[in-house]
T-cell receptor
Framework: AQSVTQLDSHVSVSEGTPVLLRCNYS??????LFWYVQHPNKGLQLLLK??????LVKGINGFEAEFKKSETSFHLTKPSAHMSDAAEYFC???????FGAGTRLTVKP | EPEVTQTPSHQVTQMGQEVILRCVPI?????FYWYRQILGQKVEFLVS????????KSEIFDDQFSVERPDGSNFTLKIRSTKLEDSAMYFC????????????FGPGTRLTVT
């Protein structure tokens, strides 16, 4: 069975500082992994995906994530947070699209 | 850019009533999904649908639930006799293939059962 664990339920950063949202996965085979973002009262938007190609994946809005098989991790990063990044972020593993519990990102001015 | 749409955005119903939630997936997509998110909880997979039949379903998707693709564009989720605990946000998603599992989500329907 596949699962994901998002290690932080809430992350707070200041505008202009780096963002790190942590995700560990469990899978008996090489998974596909995704990060989705959900802004208040909006649907889920795909940020980026890993599907066994390059381990460093670049997504939209300056986000990227690195697949590390040895650490079973797929952490999401961004060098410099923007106020508009404040949202809920979900790490997701295939194939039943199992969602993590989510990390709420707050960006302080 | 093509997108998944869902109607209505908010549905209020009384316990025991039937509700139908509607979705229009992206037109060239072949795989369709429903998820729900109870307030404050994680997004949960309900069911996937391909080639006019259910391909997978979770333990949440019991006999009260059914899905249908009544025509070439709509994909519906029916809850036969709603319960208070069915109150949640319901998301529809579609994907072009099952290799990458890249799913595009609609904005959701908030179902409130009173």
């Amino acid at each position: 069975a596949q699962s994901v664990t998002q290690l932080d339920s809430h992350v707070s950063v200041s505008e202009g500082t780096p963002v790190l949202l942590r995700c560990n996965y469990s899978s008996s085979y090489s998974p596909s992994l995704f990060w989705y973002v959900q802004h208040p009262n909006k649907g889920l938007q795909l940020l980026l995906k890993y599907t066994s190609a390059a381990t460093l994946v670049k997504g939209i809005n300056g986000f990227e994530a690195e697949f590390k098989k040895s650490e079973t991790s797929f952490h999401l990063t961004k060098p410099s947070a923007h106020m508009s990044d404040a949202a809920e972020y979900f790490c997701v593993v295939s194939d039943h699209m199992r969602f993590g519990a989510g990390t709420r990102l707050t960006v302080k001015p | 850019e093509p997108e998944v749409t869902q109607t209505p955005s908010h549905q209020v119903t009384q316990m025991g009533q039937e509700v139908i939630l509607r979705c229009v997936p992206i037109s060239n997509h072949l795989y369709f999904y429903w998820y729900r998110q109870i307030l404050g909880q994680k997004v949960e997979f309900l069911v996937s649908f391909y080639n006019n039949e259910i391909s997978e379903k979770s333990e949440i998707f019991d006999d009260q639930f059914s899905v249908e693709r009544p025509d070439g564009s709509n994909f519906t989720l029916k809850i036969r006799s709603t319960k208070l605990e069915d109150s949640a946000m319901y998301f529809c998603a579609s994907s072009a293939d099952r290799v990458t599992y890249e799913q595009y989500f609609g904005p959701g329907t908030r179902l409130t059962v009173t």
